[in-house]
């Protein structure tokens, strides 16, 4: 019965030590392996088996983790105390490095930000560190990362949370900033006015501009009108005296006809309201017509009236 309940105690000893042997690894798990004190291996995930009291099995997250960098002081270059907090995003990379090359990696990288975020602030002026964030969070990124390269691990992002200044520094931002804003209003309602003159200036010089143009289209036409006008009258009179030169010529009319229209038309001038005739140089050929008509006249008279007897005296 003794020697059952050794045997009893013996296989649930043996059986306790094959169960401290058996490890797990999660799939975002790395596992090292020390083998009396001394790094053996590097394990994947999965089902693992060491050797218990002999081997040691370290778990390494190679998951994305976080670290928040406290607020600090910074001066700037512009001598402006500001108040600086970052967050730090970082993955492991190799477990081995991240184990054995630093004891504490979170407090270290850490104190790294906070140096090189002094650093890197302290460079710039009050107002590219509070507009030039992405900046700040390449440079920061850039320097940590080759900084923590020998860890083992890579820094995926820097993110700055906050950068604020004194209250004192704050008011007179708001100051300025509200000045601003009232110049940029100024300005923008001048350029508006400026603008507004100009576009109406413009307007008025169209409007006059086409006045223009269509007053001077309106004499043309007019002269165009006036133009045609005084060539229609003018072919007309050519037609007329044309006509009436044929009709002349025509009719073949004798002198004595010719003298009795001239008399007519001196007559019309003589009936007009001038006050100085003007006679035409052949006056004499004028009286010549003159006498041939008379003479004309007196024969056709004479040939007219009957003859008196003879012995009698002939009637005035």
Aim: glycine share 6%; no cysteine.
């Amino acid at each position: 019965m003794a020697a059952v309940l050794v045997l009893a105690a013996l296989a649930f000893v043996l059986f306790l030590l094959a169960a401290s042997g058996v490890r797990i690894i999660r799939p975002y798990q790395r596992g090292l392996v020390e083998r009396l004190g001394r790094y053996k291996a590097t394990l994947d995930p999965g089902l693992r088996l060491i050797l218990p009291f002999i081997d040691r099995l370290v778990k390494v997250d190679m998951r994305e983790q976080v670290t928040d960098v406290p607020p600090q002081e910074v001066i700037t270059s512009d001598n402006v105390v500001v108040s600086v907090d970052a967050v730090i995003y970082y993955e492991a990379t190799d477990p081995q490095r991240l184990v054995y090359n630093v004891a504490n990696f979170q407090l270290a990288v850490t104190k790294l930000a906070q140096t090189n975020l002094r650093n890197v602030v302290g460079d710039m002026q009050l107002d590219d560190a509070l507009t030039s964030r992405d900046v700040i969070n390449t440079k920061l990124r850039e320097i940590l990362d080759d900084a923590t390269d020998k860890w083992g691990t890579r820094v995926v992002r820097v993110e700055i949370q906050r950068i604020d200044p004194p209250p004192d520094v704050v008011d007179s931002m708001h100051h300025q900033m509200k000045a601003e804003r009232t110049r940029r209003a100024v300005v923008t309602e001048a350029q508006g006015m400026r603008e507004a003159a100009i576009t109406k200036a413009e307007g008025d010089k169209q409007a006059a501009v086409l006045e223009a143009t269509g007053q001077a289209e309106a004499v043309q036409r007019l002269a165009d009108a006036e133009k045609y006008r005084q060539i229609a009258v003018a072919e007309g009179e050519a037609d007329a005296t044309r006509n009436v030169y044929r009709a002349i010529h025509e009719g073949d009319p004798s002198p004595d006809l010719v003298a009795i229209k001239y008399l007519e038309a001196l007559r019309v001038i003589a009936n007009g309201q001038a006050t100085k005739i003007f006679l035409p140089t052949e006056l004499s050929g004028l009286f010549g017509a003159a006498g041939g008509l008379a003479e004309m006249l007196r024969s056709d008279g004479q040939s007219a009236e009957p003859r008196a007897p003879e012995g009698q005296p002939a009637s005035t």
